[in-house]
């Protein structure tokens, strides 16, 4: 369901995430004309299935610093769906100083990273290791939750038998450079970080009959960085 695709891309799904209450906010937020990625995170979250703890600066750093994420859920989501939640004051608090100079300034690519680029699943550890408090609420048909780039977030757990239904869109304002790794291509992408990525390693050594380089583990990562 994610990328660039007639499904993502198609007028239903514009009309829902991308319409014009939405792009009147953000123009009026930025003050200028913005755009959106053409690539949307559509997900269906299953049960038992959260998303662990990180900032999506790792994933698509390489373009405008004033890039926000928008997350609309579908329907009315309790938290016990699966809802998205935030650690407050992550993004500025001095205590998540070293976590943004090293975690937060990673490029999952450039990395060569292995798994998902959650920085860990356990909520506990952000804010006893670096400060804030999780915030989080049911949502209701309508509501959004939007953030930048450097705040940490992650999921409740959808304890339902129900799919939880919701879509990630990213907005910039149109006269900065947009990350070209989510513009433009319009093809189905099997996502190779985040949620549906695989956790176990993909290639812990250098394969030298395909010539593909080593890829290093966010637990790796870690313990260089002292955290």
Same mark, same amino acid.
């Given at each position: 369901?994610?990328?660039?695709?007639?499904?993502?891309?198609?007028?239903?799904?514009?009309?829902?995430?991308?319409?014009?209450?939405?792009?009147?906010?953000?123009?009026?937020?930025?003050?200028? /004309? $913005?755009?959106?990625?053409?690539?949307?995170?559509?997900?269906?979250?299953?049960?038992?299935?959260?998303?662990?703890?990180?900032?999506?600066?790792?994933?698509?750093? /390489?373009?405008?610093?004033?890039?926000?994420?928008?997350?609309?859920?579908?329907?009315?989501?309790?938290?016990?769906?699966? $809802?998205?939640?935030?650690?407050?004051?992550?993004?500025?608090?001095?205590?998540?100083?070293?976590?943004?100079?090293?975690?937060?300034?990673?490029?999952?690519?450039?990395?060569?990273?292995?798994?998902?680029?959650?920085?860990? /699943?356990?909520?506990?550890?952000?804010?006893?290791?670096?400060?804030?408090?999780?915030?989080?609420?049911?949502?209701?048909?309508?509501?959004?939750?939007?953030?930048?780039?450097?705040? $940490?977030?992650?999921?409740?757990?959808?304890?339902?038998?129900?799919?939880?239904?919701?879509?990630?869109?990213?907005?910039?304002?149109?006269?900065?450079?947009?990350?070209?790794?989510?513009?433009?291509?319009?093809?189905?992408?099997?996502?190779?970080?985040?949620?549906?990525?695989?956790?176990?390693?993909?290639?812990?050594?250098?394969?030298?009959?395909?010539?593909?380089?080593?890829?290093?583990?966010?637990?790796?990562?870690? /313990?260089?960085?002292?955290?």
């Amino acid at each position: 369901m994610e990328g660039n695709t007639d499904l993502t891309n198609s007028p239903a799904i514009h009309a829902v995430f991308e319409g014009q209450r939405a792009f009147g906010f953000f123009e009026k937020y930025f003050g200028e /004309k $913005v755009i959106t990625f053409d690539y949307k995170w559509l997900r269906a979250m299953p049960n038992n299935g959260f998303t662990g703890a990180h900032v999506d600066r790792v994933y698509m750093g /390489k373009g405008s610093s004033n890039l926000l994420t928008m997350w609309t859920p579908i329907g009315d989501v309790p938290i016990e769906m699966g $809802v998205l939640a935030v650690c407050e004051g992550s993004h500025r608090l001095p205590g998540f100083e070293k976590f943004q100079d090293t975690y937060g300034n990673l490029d999952v690519d450039d990395a060569n990273l292995d798994g998902t680029g959650w920085f860990t /699943k356990d909520p506990f550890e952000i804010t006893e290791k670096f400060g804030g408090r999780w915030l989080t609420t049911d949502f209701q048909a309508g509501d959004v939750l939007i953030f930048p780039m450097r705040t $940490v977030h992650m999921s409740t757990t959808n304890t339902t038998q129900f799919a939880r239904i919701s879509c990630d869109t990213r907005w910039q304002p149109a006269s900065e450079q947009a990350d070209s790794r989510f513009m433009g291509v319009r093809q189905p992408v099997s996502s190779q970080y985040g949620l549906y990525s695989n956790d176990a390693s993909l290639q812990k050594n250098s394969d030298s009959s395909t010539g593909h380089a080593r890829r290093i583990t966010m637990e790796e990562l870690r /313990k260089q960085w002292e955290l």
